[in-house]
């Protein structure tokens, strides 16, 4: 029997993590999206339970990046010299879909630029490969989640604006919403310009 | 269970990115199948949460566009310097079958030459490794999504010429068909010759 | 649901499309194997939907052709320079068995020579490693599809010849029987001299 | 039928053994987690009949540590020099979970540091690849076992603090709780300065 | 439904090709171990529909002849510069079990000595690693389709000697046994010194 | 249906060969190790119908020799120019379980030393990563079977010591027990300091 641990919203300042929301059979709840960089070549190692779904997320968001590497302020040969490492706690909870999608790019795209990631900020969306934000599903719970764990802002898709009429104003009160149509918009909201203490020097 | 969203079609800014028409148990649907390039050494990859056979599909029209290379301005070895990655939004739906052929080897040739593809067009066929285009099924489901969609010309096998019989003509008023055999055939329809913005530079 | 698409024969002017027979649930067909070459470093790449016995064929097709490269003008290097890839269309339906080995065989043969096959010629017959040509099921069926499909010469494997007289004769007049006994038999038989047009240089 | 021996503290005199906690179908008990180093090329191999969650386990331990060299006195080219092989026995005993994550992380600190490890000291706790600790289940009957077992000194997650409240206090007299947030709070208290004898020589 | 076709001795021009004997569900059958060799660099491959265990045996085989390259006027390096596929036909019938083991060996002893097998001999026995040849079961059905197919001599562990007590004289009037302990006994027995016609130059 | 042969011990003439001790659902026997090396570069290949357990522990066991290599005479470098290949006859049956882990791991060290196995001995006992022996199950089993074998003397661990006392003296007289707590104690037992035969030269 896993251990559902409820989170509460960590605070900014390790490059890489990144706050999601998730739709359990338990609820709502946010989950972390941690990134690692270690030198190497280019090897991607993904782990947390996930499913082929969830991990197909991950090499979408890495390709997007791959390829967008110039608007990163990176090359693309960063993308071979650094092995990549993306983990969803907790290990005994199985997880998949595609939601994760925007919380992965964010993560990634904060380890390689070391970029903080705005405070309190919590995102949920599908990516696809040309970096458009898809819909997802469960937002009225993952939104109670969010509220519950103390976060602030929420990035979702355009086409999940929808979903809002569905909550009790009272429920999102206090909650400032972002939505976006690609991964772009997203990474403008959520990287700050302040990188990270210490940050590692990423070429 | 899956967040079924209803496509429109999204214009024709992206390199790589070709409408497709699928046939799912809801009915007729247009999906889109997008392709990314980034500097590599040939490596493929595929996601979107698709089945052996449509995975193979890929690997078909990919190697029939290596053999093809010079028809398309390319050389063979463009293919080896390049990442290249084949997506089918959305992940949370499993797909299947050989009928997106023509459409991923549309993706691909528009990702590899950065021409546009041509307006308002979809598509559907199985593709086999001599180029031959072969019918498919559900045509009219499709036929129908098309048009919701806002698409105003469809490719389809000659072979699927006859399935237009069984079509009511208002269904079908104000759409041009494309009835083709060869790979070639689709490409010369669906290819302008003008690239898209800020193209990749591929050789 | 697949579609079953009747076949008719298609002509001789692709290197490396080869016809052969099969014997499915809905009784005889014709079907083609095509081989595509690309220029690269070996890898081989089978597509179709293809069983494991129906990969095996490929495989030992492929092997006997490389331990038989110069009875065929070829050097065993040559094989190492093109990358090979053998599909099986029509991708819904999934195949399998021996029975396409010498169609295979055949193919890969036409392919690395550029040779042009004898037209109208359809055949059947599983390969071994050493170039027998072992009888298979279906003899009956198989036939009636190729004359169905217009095609006027058949081989077969010598074991298979008993296999005939089942057959009144009126199923199989205007029908030429080639009975063999290794796959040197049929590829004397099923490659022309001619190469095809604007042939592959093939070292 | 595995034979289930009942475990005794054994001492510290080897590199990259360290005593974790278990929870399994009998009760608690307490398991070791070994790492062996040789001369390689970075190798990873996982023994001891674990699931696929445990192994994550490691994987993320080892990559935290790749990622903080530095912060135990390593470079990031020392993991591409040894092959690392962690092992828990006993073999015939499946063995899945997050639970063993620091047990591993410390394991593998002692082995790369060759620093020994502090006596009659067990622990249990999930890691994340940002170096969190998180809290785990079966608390009480780990705990129970580890006393059994000889141990004086327990380290979890301050998060499973709350746990220790339902365990009669006569049945944790004697032994010295660690609550911790990170890794590194783990490998500060489990770490001794001392190295073993006979230290591998790792650079 | 597979064909079962009943074999008959073929004769030893092929180097490589060496007759086994097989026990199926329809009894006793002979078949054919096929060893090709081709330019490369130590590729194994193995066909034939064959299960776990029949692969073990030709892996067994192969790294006790390469082992023992030197008994055979062969270098270590022999093996490194030649592709090596073992194929048993038919492909329709799945095969499994370790009885193939001896043929094997004299399968690939063949072909890498270019020597010509014995003609009308058939075996069948269990390979180890260090060369002993372990008794298998089925002798009595082997022993009646050996004969059946024209075999005149058969190669039996010593340790199935006892099992042809069991069969009536009649039945193995003719047939000349030989009851071995090692592969080496097998291989003295089994290959001729005369190399076949136009035989690879293995170095 | 397989064979089981009853073994009877046969001598220590071969490097690599070590006699075990396996409990099977036909009661207790012995069963070999044996160990093969031919020059190469460090591939691991393991045979005999093992299961994931048993594959570990030859992991494991080789692994310890690797990063003991000098209380052998070896250098870690040994291990990289030769392919080991560890094969458990008989191939029709499926084992499983750690309890071989110090036969196989003393069939390596026989292999690498090209040390003679003491005679008339045999061995049980789990293997870990630093080197315990640890205890297994079925010990009155397997001593009946290495007494009627023709086994003398017996390797067991320490931990096993006090299942002797549920075995009638009879049964154990004459047999020379040796009880271990270490991998070095087996070797120390088990490896004469006369080498075999025609030994390999490793360096
Ligand atoms: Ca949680
Ligand atoms: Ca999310
Ligand atoms: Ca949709
Ligand atoms: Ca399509
Ligand atoms: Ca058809
Ligand atoms: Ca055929
Ligand atoms: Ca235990
Ligand atoms: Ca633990
Ligand atoms: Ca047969
Ligand atoms: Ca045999
Ligand atoms: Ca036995
Ligand atoms: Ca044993």
Redesign the interface.
């Known amino acids: ?3 559902y ?1 409820r989170e509460t919203y960590e605070g900014n300042e ?1 490059a ?2 990144v706050t999601g929301l998730a739709w359990t059979a338990v609820g709502g709840e946010i989950l ?1 999206v ?6 190497g070549k280019g090897r991607f ?1 993904l ?3 996930l499913g ?2 969830m991990k ?2 991950a ?2 968001a890495l ?2 990046l ?2 967008h ?1 110039p608007d990163l302020g990176l090359t ?1 040969q960063s993308f071979e010299k650094w ?1 990549v ?1 993306v ?1 969803v ?4 909870i199985p997880k998949d ?2 939601s994760a ?1 925007i919380t992965m790019a964010t993560s990634l795209a904060s380890a390689f630029t070391q970029r903080k990631v705005k405070r309190n900020l919590a995102m949920t969306g ?1 990516i ?3 970096g ?1 934000v ?4 469960g937002i009225k719970e993952k939104i109670l989640a969010a509220k519950r764990a103390g976060i602030k802002e929420i990035i979702i898709s355009r ?1 999940n604006e929808k979903d809002l009429e569905e909550i009790k104003p009272i429920y999102i009160k206090g909650l400032k919403f972002h939505f976006v149509e690609t991964v772009m918009d997203v990474l403008e909201i959520a990287l700050l310009k302040q990188k990270v203490n210490s940050p590692l020097r990423i070429r």
Chains 1, 2, 3, 4, 5, 6 share one sequence.
């Open positions: 029997v896993p251990i641990t390790f890489g993590v972390y941690e990134t690692s960089l270690s030198k190692t782990t947390g339970n082929e779904v197909e997320s090499t979408i390709e997007y791959r390829s590497a693309s092995d490492h983990h706690p907790e290990g005994a879909g595609p999608g599908e696809t490969l040309r458009k898809l819909p997802v599903g086409q």
